[in-house]
């Protein structure tokens, strides 16, 4: 009665396209922050190596701000963001419909790299505001969709979702 839902493999990976890419990782950090992002990059790639891309993506950024405390330029975070998208694309070949999440992937990354940018330009603060207000929201319903999908509360059939919604008439005069 529920759809599967295709995302980016959870598990850690030990395959030359993961070990790759977080080797990039380690090297972009690294180049934008010197010695200090050196380590910061390795402990990513360590928790890369444990526990999978995930959490190459939620302790990297954590790392990011740590080996960044006075802020970043463009071009460093740029490099950095390109290496965390290579880790997780390098782990899509463990995906079932590799494609179709990489497709996502991409365009969830440029969709938020525009709207940073549009953020960040100067502009009214309101503007800014509901900019990411909307961006939110955006997140916001499609955890809310995942979490519907994932405990079952979903039905995917078509004849399903049309015969709740069609009107039945007993008497027709």
Same mark, same amino acid.
């Given at each position: 009665?529920?759809?599967?839902?295709?995302?980016?493999?959870?598990?850690?990976?030990?395959?030359?396209p993961?070990?790759?890419?977080?080797?990039?990782?380690?090297?972009?950090?690294?180049?934008?922050?010197?010695?200090?992002?050196?380590?910061?990059?390795?402990?990513?790639?360590?928790?890369?190596?444990?526990?999978?891309?995930?959490?190459?993506?939620? /302790? &990297?950024? +954590? !790392?990011? #701000?740590?080996? $960044?405390?006075?802020?970043?330029d463009?071009?460093? %975070?740029?490099?950095?963001? @390109?290496?965390?998208?290579?880790?997780?694309?390098?782990?899509?070949?463990?995906?079932?419909?590799?494609?179709r /999440? &990489?497709? +996502? !992937?991409? #365009?969830?990354? $440029?969709?938020?790299?525009?709207?940073?940018?549009? %953020?960040?330009?100067?502009? @009214?603060?309101?503007?800014?505001?509901?900019?990411?207000?909307?961006?939110?929201?955006?997140?916001?319903?499609?955890?809310?969709?995942? !979490?519907? #999908?994932?405990?079952?509360?979903?039905?995917?059939?078509?004849?399903?979702?049309?015969?709740?919604?069609?009107?039945?008439?007993?008497?027709?005069t």
């Open positions: 009665m529920s759809g599967r839902i295709e995302s980016v493999p959870a598990a850690p990976g030990r395959d030359w993961t070990i790759i890419a977080l080797g990039l990782l380690v090297a972009a950090f690294g180049a934008g922050a010197g010695p200090i992002g050196v380590l910061g990059g390795l402990a990513t790639a360590l928790i890369g190596v444990v526990l999978g891309p995930p959490y190459v993506l939620a /302790v &990297g950024h +954590v !790392a990011l #701000v740590a080996c $960044f405390p006075d802020g970043i463009l071009v460093p %975070v740029a490099g950095i963001e @390109a290496a965390f998208g290579a880790v997780v694309l390098a782990s899509l070949r463990r995906s079932t419909r590799p494609g /999440v &990489g497709t +996502v !992937a991409i #365009v969830s990354a $440029f969709s938020l790299a525009a709207a940073a940018w549009y %953020v960040t330009r100067p502009q @009214a603060t309101w503007l800014a505001a509901v900019a990411v207000l909307g961006l939110f929201a955006g997140a916001t319903y499609g955890c809310h969709r995942l !979490a519907l #999908v994932r405990l079952g509360l979903v039905s995917t059939s078509d004849d399903a979702s049309t015969a709740d919604t069609e009107p039945t008439y007993e008497h027709e």
